[in-house]
């Protein structure tokens, strides 16, 4: 593996956070190359229609949002390289992302590379992902106007999504695989007294079904061995994300969710090493958010790099 050439920030991600991040960099004439492992986009791709972001009223698909964001970053001379981080490592005065094709060594990186949400891992599961399957009901709820939608969980996430989707949907069913929640007291109050809303107790999903859309999923009561089949509109699964995170362990600082830790700059505990997006910990897991996140990380890069002169 050879030594690629040398940038000024190398951003790993090309998700709404790190094309964001790119093209400030980029305007601040800072030699910019992003790598992402995939296709541009990230988390956002998942979601059938994009609804919340401010400017587009009417709503925008996901993959025309994010090609905007591409064509944008690459006007302001961003390079975007298809590559697979794999580890991060101080070089002298740069720091070297070493990817699965080359190596890319920069004065400062911006780690964007985002999360996974956890998947039940049920047949038809990834079929029906948008198509009735949701992980995000801050995305997607006002979709669910007046229908049956169930809830997959049992922690502060999932009872907090439950709560927003009690206000648009008829009908709601929390399915939580123990017999009691373990999210925070209030957010159980909210929900148990809700007369929207009815908890499925130790109960798990086997299938999700449905031809174009989803329609219905199989439960099954673990403790009775029962299964039963529950007709759905909507079903959001909120079982946790899962940070990209692990070619930064011994590195970097992480939380304990396996999340970036940063401060109010999005920098990390490492000179020159900054972070926004879902991979952060102090950043809400939305599209709006991300991209002001990256924003940030872009500006604090630009600081650090002229106090080097």
């Not at 047949?123 to 709820?141: F, M, V």
């Not at 957010?187 to 148990?192: A, D, I, S, T, Y």
């Not at 403790?223 to 909507?234: H, N, V, Y």
């Given at each position: 593996?050879?030594?690629?050439?040398?940038?000024?920030?190398?951003?790993?991600?090309?998700?709404?956070?790190?094309?964001?991040?790119?093209?400030?960099?980029?305007?601040?004439?800072?030699?910019?190359?992003?790598?992402?492992?995939?296709?541009?986009?990230g988390q956002?791709?998942?979601?059938?229609?994009?609804?919340?972001?401010?400017?587009?009223?009417?709503?925008?698909?996901?993959?025309?949002?994010?090609?905007?964001?591409?064509?944008?970053?690459?006007?302001?001379?961003?390079?975007?390289?298809?590559?697979?981080?794999?580890?991060?490592?101080?070089?002298?005065?740069?720091?070297?992302?070493?990817?699965?094709?080359?190596?890319?060594?920069?004065?400062?990186?911006?780690?964007?590379?985002?999360?996974?949400?956890?998947?039940?891992?049920?047949?038809?599961?990834?079929r029906l992902?948008?198509?009735?399957?949701?992980?995000?009901?801050?995305?997607?709820?006002?979709?669910?106007?007046?229908?049956?939608?169930?809830?997959?969980?049992?922690?502060?996430?999932?009872?907090?999504?439950?709560?927003?989707?009690?206000?648009?949907?008829?009908?709601?069913?929390?399915?939580?695989?123990?017999?009691?929640?373990?999210?925070?007291?209030?957010?159980?109050?909210?929900?148990?007294?809700?007369?929207?809303?009815?908890?499925?107790?130790?109960?798990?999903?086997?299938?999700?079904?449905?031809e174009s859309?989803?329609?219905?999923?199989?439960?099954?009561?673990?403790?009775?061995?029962?299964?039963?089949?529950?007709?759905?509109?909507?079903?959001?699964?909120?079982?946790?994300?899962?940070?990209?995170?692990?070619?930064?362990?011994?590195?970097?600082?992480?939380?304990?969710?396996?999340?970036?830790?940063?401060?109010?700059?999005?920098?990390?505990?490492?000179?020159?090493?900054?972070?926004?997006?879902?991979?952060?910990?102090?950043?809400?897991?939305?599209?709006?958010?991300?991209?002001?996140?990256?924003?940030?990380?872009?500006?604090?890069?630009?600081?650090?790099?002229?106090?080097?002169?």
């Amino acid at each position: 593996m050879s030594a690629g050439p040398s940038y000024d920030v190398v951003i790993v991600g090309a998700g709404p956070a790190g094309l964001a991040a790119a093209v400030y960099t980029g305007r601040a004439r800072l030699n910019t190359l992003v790598l992402e492992k995939a296709i541009p986009g990230g988390q956002i791709l998942m979601t059938d229609w994009v609804e919340n972001y401010p400017g587009f009223p009417e709503g925008i698909a996901p993959f025309e949002l994010v090609e905007n964001f591409r064509k944008q970053a690459e006007k302001f001379g961003a390079a975007i390289v298809t590559d697979e981080a794999r580890t991060l490592r101080r070089q002298e005065a740069a720091w070297v992302v070493a990817g699965q094709n080359n190596e890319y060594a920069a004065r400062a990186v911006i780690i964007a590379t985002g999360a996974s949400y956890r998947k039940l891992g049920i047949p038809n599961e990834a079929r029906l992902t948008g198509k009735g399957i949701s992980y995000c009901a801050t995305c997607d709820a006002p979709f669910f106007r007046d229908a049956v939608v169930a809830v997959v969980g049992g922690g502060d996430n999932a009872l907090t999504e439950a709560v927003l989707l009690a206000k648009f949907c008829r009908k709601l069913y929390v399915v939580h695989r123990r017999d009691r929640f373990r999210a925070i007291k209030i957010l159980q109050e909210r929900v148990l007294s809700n007369l929207k809303v009815e908890v499925l107790w130790n109960c798990v999903l086997e299938s999700a079904e449905g031809e174009s859309h989803l329609e219905r999923v199989m439960v099954r009561n673990v403790k009775e061995d029962e299964t039963f089949p529950l007709p759905l509109d909507g079903l959001f699964i909120s079982i946790g994300m899962d940070p990209h995170t692990e070619f930064l362990k011994g590195v970097i600082g992480l939380n304990e969710w396996g999340e970036v830790k940063v401060d109010f700059r999005m920098a990390t505990d490492q000179p020159g090493v900054f972070a926004a997006g879902d991979v952060a910990g102090a950043c809400p897991k939305q599209v709006a958010t991300a991209i002001g996140a990256g924003v940030s990380a872009a500006l604090s890069v630009n600081e650090y790099l002229e106090s080097l002169g």
